[in-house]
């Protein structure tokens, strides 16, 4: 640990014990020109011409839209900011140094930034309790998920810290045929939900359990997720240059990956 500054090794710490950090957004601009394209897109596709308060705009969008609608509006949203040529950079800049220090200083990025959007009372937007290492993620990627709400209760996501996620994890074949939700409720009292104001946002270990459940609140949920993993660690179903592209190599990587060895040495 000696070759770790003191925030290194106290988000390093955070990490390993909670299976998650959260962070105050390290460049607030990028945060809100996010937001600010996520709403205008929005607006642009209900039709609404005045939308006020952007808080308040995204916490109320269940009065302007029907659950059967949701999925369209959320994938023209992504299409349109997707389309933004700094989307990915202004969204690394939110948490450069945390994933920096988690993950590496040669990354490879998720190529599309994804939108979730839970209106209240809506059984259509659920994510059962699950690890994306068991759906054929690689065991190194993180996701670095932000709430453009404050998210909190059944607004926001759940994650099984690592000591019970061990114990679950062992457990899973004993629930059979019982369902995603009856293995959650058996885990329910070690699931810690996150509570996170507009402005922060949140790096976790996707090995983990987590998930969401109907959203009971009177505000409709808005996040974006994105993955990370070193660029020279394993891959699995999700390959780079489909799925992930390098964006912060180093010189001697570039170097190190152009060399070839000269004919005369192999002759």
Request: charged content about 25%; some cysteine.
């Given at each position: 640990?000696?070759?770790?500054s ?15 950090v959260?962070?105050t957004a ?36 269940h009065?302007?839209v ?11 949203v ?20 945390a ?57 926001s ?58 959203n ?52």
């Amino acid at each position: 640990m000696e070759f770790y500054s003191q925030e290194e090794r106290e988000l390093t710490a955070q990490f390993l014990e909670r299976g998650y950090v959260i962070l105050t957004a390290e460049c607030r601009e990028s945060l809100d020109w996010i937001r600010d394209q996520i709403v205008e897109s929005a607006a642009r596709q209900l039709g609404l011409a005045e939308i006020g308060d952007k808080a308040e705009f995204l916490n109320t969008v269940h009065e302007c839209v029907d659950p059967t609608e949701l999925n369209a509006l959320r994938l023209s949203v992504i299409k349109e900011f997707n389309a933004e040529p700094s989307l990915r950079a202004r969204y690394f800049a939110i948490a450069r140094l945390a994933l920096q220090a988690i993950v590496g200083n040669e990354l490879c990025m998720q190529r599309r930034i994804n939108l979730s959007i839970q209106l209240p009372d809506d059984e259509s937007s659920l994510l059962p309790i699950h690890s994306d290492v068991l759906n054929g993620n690689s065991p190194f990627e993180v996701v670095h998920w932000t709430p453009f709400v404050d998210v909190y209760g059944t607004k926001s996501m759940f994650i099984l810290p690592p000591k019970p996620n061990a114990e679950a994890l062992r457990r899973l074949p004993e629930f059979g045929d019982q369902g995603s939700e009856a293995f959650r409720r058996a885990f329910e009292d070690d699931l810690v939900w996150l509570e996170m104001c507009y402005g922060e946002t949140l790096v976790f270990n996707q090995n983990l359990l987590h998930g969401n459940v109907v959203n009971s609140e009177m505000e409709t949920r808005w996040t974006t997720n994105c993955r990370y993993k070193g660029v020279f660690t394993p891959y699995a179903d999700k390959k780079l240059g489909e799925y992930f592209e390098p964006i912060s190599l180093r010189a001697a990587s570039k170097v190190g990956l152009d060399y070839r060895i000269p004919s005369i040495v192999n002759s």
